[in-house]
């Protein structure tokens, strides 16, 4: 037997529909590639959104098509997105971040029929044009007066010039709920980069669980500023998740300096914002230079990398700013878990409260998580026990673009994030490191990163890096790999003397290597596969 | 092409995995129908639900059966509901302050196999067993030691004996989402009750949108107290939204009188609570009386019927309780709007917040709504003209169980909710009256509701009915029914002299006759079927 309620499918671009029809004149402010402050409404993008549509099927751009966008967070960023979606399209987010080649690879693996792109990476198409046989024009984010001239993007025109025809009379196509809607590519350390294929449904249903109280928390009255690009893990969910709620926006364009985010933080009255740590890094560096202070803002989500303790700190103690230690990945829509009080916690004060938010969290309803071992028997949650991280729900992938990386999904449903954690008795989980850089010593695991953060300590210590060794008696021991600070010189036993007696005495490093620097990818995570290739050698003296 | 994401069907009992995952220690407090407070878990009725499983599988229930039950809110029937969602039966919620009548025409309506009832209801049970074929099985949810003694209800057991032998060890079945997950009969004034059923997928979204900040704002640090019964209206989504969110519930049990409401307030903390106006009445009427005090609680939503001004400025005035009105249909699984602040409205204060406040509100994602005229075109959102209200949705009914009802759905999926309401330029619904209740004078609508409550607030009034009585110039003109106070005598000027000035000319009633009482259903509600059909012969003079 059936519930008798209506069918009404999940689509994502409905999300645009509520905000324009409850929400139509809540703001969304951008910071212009050109440069000035643009001011729109929900209401006024509605309309463009459906004038980007008529476009795109003038151009005979079909469901299931993918376009790539190559952009900052701006208001005509999001119009293209939405366009796309209300005529069952692909937006095809590109990281412009990566090495030109890797960027050229993407947009081929993806098909990309067009490309919207910002006047930043203009140069950046133009070098590789001729590489990308499947795009048929690129339409630049700008208008006529900003036309770059004697471009050789093909068929190049301004975005404006490109919707000015339009009337926006269009009525959104209907499809199933589960068609595609969205594209991201992870960039792992090793092979190609993997196509995840989000749905209407997982980016509403993400939407959802994103707004919650205990997650973003989004009410009408907020003012959300993602710094985090939207190409940057499906944008954190806050192109769907903001008009959902009809919070106001405030898009930071191409300038994510301390001195540009503070600057909007404070003009726009912004009440929550969302970015890696790096950009936090920055605006606290200036805000101390400038003696800056923040008015309006409530809490800053931080994730993508784990939320260094001096961070939280600052925005706690020094600005009065709530802060919200998040995780999730490409392959979750993103969020899988924030770090919000329980009512065991809220009560913490001082460092206790800081040790909680070293934690990455817990997840809303709709993500189910576990840690298994090696032979995939989940392991309890005692907040010390630490194993892989898999995770199953409705905004969980099930699968790469054209069946890419396919053991990293069980044949249970669940998918195995790559990540090692530890979940404590409340639930809130932590990341101890990547599954493939743990040091399994003697059928245990010893964190990597632990080992680096605990090493980074030491005053003499640039960077450091672990990886496992081969060990004819515990499989793998761990190396410390070290970058001394310029002018220092520290020893071998200078730095095992300072990490000794904070770390259980099994997880000590056998040896420490001193070398010159350490190899990145280009997003700035060390290359482990690389430091592993060089150290290949490497044994330990027995 | 399609999404990648995996394929999590949106099955209702997820939710109370989710509470036992991730919330497992968070109280579930209840006045238990015999008497003493109780106190559960999530963690430890997540056990039980399982053990509901299976002594429903034991008795042979399956896939589609409707089981009903007669029951408070605690612990023992949100056990059974969560039981019965995992089996994939359905529960069938019984409003037992129906007549016998009408409670034996829909248990055999929904053909239910068992029910579960509380102690209360015995002799309601026992009077009607007989008219009750479909029913195998009557469990009492109460233990050995409190079941009546030689009752005639058929193979009456108690519920603490019939989950005595299970152990718990059972996994929940998997079905489509779309699967019928519970049932809730309206009871019109006119006709049969006609049966509502919800789909698991239904009343998971509406979990999501019930939890978000603008509607009841959800969070694991909240201690919610659902006053309405899970037998009104789906119980408002508060046995899925609270544990979908991890709110610690507080369930009133048989006593929502306002002493015992008042000491579960106060002695479980609760921070939001809901229920309909009488009961707030209550509630008030208890505090002035005792000089009482509201110490940790700072929301209640009042739905069902609109809430009186003087209700919410107590609340808000003198208790520093945030008032937040609701609207919604059991049709609608239940929740439609509530009047939560929007950035142009969070600054209002005295008066005009109150004003506001009477608006019944903003619907989340998810519902989408318009006022009609007599022709179904689209009115203008102005705030002043009114029309029938029509809502679509995911968790809105597209029939009723049965095929009963049909006029109340349009070809283009649209549901006449039979209200008929303004929409302000902010987006604020009002309903002004219900469609069969409007009075329809030359072409133009006068609303009964605001005629009768302007009518109310003539000091020697007791209560006011409306009803339009056929006119040969202007179709129907306003009859105004009056019960005077106890002592008082008004005349017809009286009242027509009170109420002119106050509303537009062609609004006042043509006549005012007086009478002894006015009738009404067993749900409290004005019966203006019976009225129209005693004045069904009265003319105005002319």
């Known amino acids: 037997m059936l519930g008798t309620m209506q069918e009404w499918p999940l689509l994502a671009h409905k999300i645009l529909d509520h905000a324009a029809a409850q929400h139509p004149n809540r703001p969304v402010v951008s910071r212009s590639v050109e440069g000035p402050i643009h001011r729109t409404t929900y209401g006024a993008m509605h309309l463009r959104a459906r004038k980007v549509a008529q476009g795109l099927e003038a151009h005979g751009i079909k469901l299931g098509d993918r376009i790539g966008t190559l952009a900052w967070n701006t208001w005509r960023h999001m119009e293209v997105w939405y366009g796309l979606l209300g005529l069952g399209a692909i937006y095809h987010t590109v990281n412009p971040r990566l090495f030109p080649d890797q960027v050229a690879w993407i947009i081929n693996d993806a098909e990309d029929r067009l490309l919207f792109i910002d006047l930043t990476f203009v140069p950046l198409i133009e070098g590789i044009m001729d590489k990308l046989p499947t795009v048929e024009q690129v339409i630049v984010l700008t208008d006529a007066e900003h036309m770059p001239k004697d471009t050789k993007l093909r068929g190049a025109v301004a975005y404006e010039d490109w919707i000015a025809a339009r009337d926006g009379n269009f009525t959104w196509h209907e499809f199933p709920e589960n068609t595609a809607a969205g594209m991201c590519y992870t960039s792992g350390t090793t092979g190609n980069p993997k196509g995840v294929v989000y749905s209407h449904r997982s980016n509403v249903l993400h939407a959802f669980q994103a707004a919650m109280p205990d997650m973003l928390n989004l009410s009408a009255r907020d003012t ?319």
Chains 1, 2 share one sequence.
């Open 224 to 542: 959300v500023m993602p710094v985090v690009p939207l190409f940057h893990a499906n944008g954190w969910s806050l192109a769907f998740s903001a008009p959902m709620t009809g919070a106001a926006l405030v898009m930071p364009g191409a300038k994510l300096d301390g001195a540009s985010i503070h600057e909007l933080l404070e003009t726009e009255k912004v009440t929550i914002t969302a970015a890696v740590p790096t950009v936090w890094l920055m605006l606290l560096q200036h805000l101390e230079k400038t003696f800056g202070r923040i008015s309006t803002l409530k809490r800053v989500i931080i994730g993508g990398a784990a939320c260094p303790r001096a961070v939280t700190q600052a925005f706690q103690e020094t600005y009065g700013v709530e802060v919200a230690h998040a995780w999730g990945m490409t392959e979750m829509s993103p969020l899988g878990t924030i770090c919000s009080p329980k009512p065991e916690t809220a009560g913490l004060t001082g460092d206790a409260r800081l040790d909680l938010q070293q934690k990455q969290g817990f997840p809303p309803f709709g993500v189910e998580m576990k840690i298994v071992d090696d032979e995939d028997k989940t392991l309890p949650c005692d907040g010390k026990i630490f194993g892989r991280l898999k995770v199953r729900g409705p905004a969980v992938a099930a699968a790469y673009f054209k069946g890419e990386g396919a053991s990293n999904f069980d044949a249970d449903g669940w998918f195995d994030t790559g990540d090692v954690a530890t979940i404590d008795g409340y639930g809130y989980m932590q990341i101890t490191d990547r599954a493939k850089d743990v040091i399994k010593s003697g059928g245990e695991w010893i964190s990597s990163i632990d080992l680096e953060n605990l090493a980074i300590g030491h005053p003499d210590v640039a960077e450091a890096a672990v990886i496992g060794i081969v060990h004819p008696k515990w499989d793998e021991r761990p190396l410390l790999i070290v970058v001394a600070k310029p002018g220092r010189d520290p020893s071998r036993e200078d730095i095992l003397n300072f990490m000794a007696g904070k770390i259980a005495k099994w997880w000590m490093p056998d040896d420490v290597v001193f070398v010159e620097g350490i190899p990145h990818t280009a997003t700035g995570k060390i290359q482990k596969t690389t430091l592993r290739d060089q150290f290949k050698h490497y044994r330990f003296e027995t």
